[in-house]
């Protein structure tokens, strides 16, 4: 008996204590510009967090974070001169923008655009690795838009399935999809891509849930500031190929999704979702950026919000729209 009654009181207790110690937060979890982010959980505890700039930051619980300096240099291979029409020259130097970073085997491999606003011609895709989530090393270019037939190749996301490795990227000009070489640094067919989506989406991620693959994208125009258009839209298949089809059964192929997240009167243009993370009480969280609409000169700033799944499979974000009030933070034990 007082075993029983010991057992009860610790039952509980375990019950109470998690919720009495709910974390909360309010958007932004990240107040400065951070556009496109992508994200790696570590064997060191940390989230790393990857944006365009190259900018990088790292925290514990996805809501406090810190930069980590110098994760990579500018890469350079894309870099050109512009004669103008006076006969001088200028170097142009190529931006590194929206990256993705995972762990194959023992390194970690980054990809990323080398871009240049405008250009959808020699804007391409290239790689990098390292021994470590915090400092990586330039392996250079992997193809440029005109070497691929993909116009505006930026925006890269890798896939693993089945022992197989796979880059889909693109912004609309089409989202592709094709095998990267066993190591992971180039592709092994370059003429075997396949379209999986139309020209109206930028900025996919895959995601792996029951029997359907989702492809989150996003729409619209990211960088207008609060006249930001950008919205986060989804559809779904039963094979990593596709098609991929929105609520109504129309194929992304043909422009169709199902928007789950757009702007409302303080954030402006939320889009280019990260990964999704799940915590240890088993619920989805997806950081993206937005506009502020109290301060939008600090750019695209970082937002984070719980996904919740409907009974047939479809993801959605509070009532469509980012948070703007205090939530309850995700929860990591270890």
Same mark, same amino acid.
């Given at each position: 008996?007082?075993?029983? %009654?010991?057992?009860?009181i ?9 919720s009495?110690?709910q974390?909360?937060?309010? /958007? ?19 989230? +790393? ?6 900018n990088?930051?790292?925290? $514990?619980? %996805?809501? #406090? ?7 990579i #240099?500018?890469?350079?291979? #894309? ?8 006969? =001088?020259? =200028? ?12 762990q194959?085997?023992? $390194? ?14 020699r ?10 989530? !915090? ?26 399935? =089945?022992?197989?490795? +796979? ?15 066993k190591?992971g %640094?180039?592709?092994? /067919? ?9 020209t109206?989406?930028e ?19 990211c960088?207008?500031g609060?006249?930001?258009? +950008? ?7 039963r094979k ?12 992304m192929?043909? /422009? ?7 702007? /409302? ?18 619920? !989805?969280?997806?950081?993206y ?7 939008p ?5 970082? %937002? ?14 509070? !009532? ?11 929860v990591?034990?270890?």
């Open positions: 008996m007082h075993r029983q %009654l010991i057992a009860t610790i039952f509980i207790l375990s019950a109470i204590v998690p009495a110690a974390k909360r937060y309010t /958007n932004p979890v990240f107040g400065a510009d951070f556009p496109d982010p992508c994200i790696q959980h570590a064997p060191d505890g940390f989230f +790393y967090a990857y944006a365009t700039g190259p990088c930051l790292k925290s $514990k619980d %996805l809501v #406090n974070w810190q930069r980590v300096d110098r994760v #240099n500018r890469p350079t291979w #894309n870099d050109t001169i512009r004669v103008d029409s006076n006969g =001088k020259q =200028k170097n142009v130097h190529y931006s590194f923008w929206a990256c993705d970073v995972s194959i085997k023992d $390194k970690y491999i980054m990809y990323y655009a080398c871009a240049l606003w405008g250009n959808i011609s804007t391409g895709i290239g790689v990098a690795t390292g021994n470590s989530p !915090d400092k990586f090393e330039d392996c250079g270019k992997m193809f440029r838009s005109t070497e691929i037939g993909v116009k505006n190749s930026i925006d890269p996301v890798y896939w693993k399935e =089945k022992n197989k490795k +796979y880059l889909a990227w693109g912004s609309f000009h089409g989202i592709y999809i094709s095998e990267l070489s190591d %640094l180039s592709l092994k /067919n370059p003429e075997k891509k396949l379209k999986i989506a139309g109206a989406f900025g996919a991620m895959i995601h792996k849930r029951g029997k359907y693959y989702y492809l989150f994208c996003s729409v619209g125009s960088c207008e609060v006249k930001s258009t +950008y919205r986060t839209v989804v559809g779904r298949s990593l190929f596709g098609p991929y089809l929105n609520k109504e059964g129309k194929k192929l043909d /422009n169709h999704y199902t928007t789950i997240i757009q702007g /409302n009167e303080r954030w402006k243009g939320p889009g280019h979702n990260s990964e999704i993370i799940t915590d240890d009480k088993g619920d !989805d969280w997806l950081l950026h937005a506009y502020d609409a109290e301060a000169e600090k750019g695209r700033v970082m %937002l984070l919000d719980k996904i919740t799944w409907s009974d047939d499979g479809w993801p959605s974000v509070n !009532d469509g729209t980012p948070s703007t009030t205090p939530q309850d933070a995700p990591f034990l270890k």
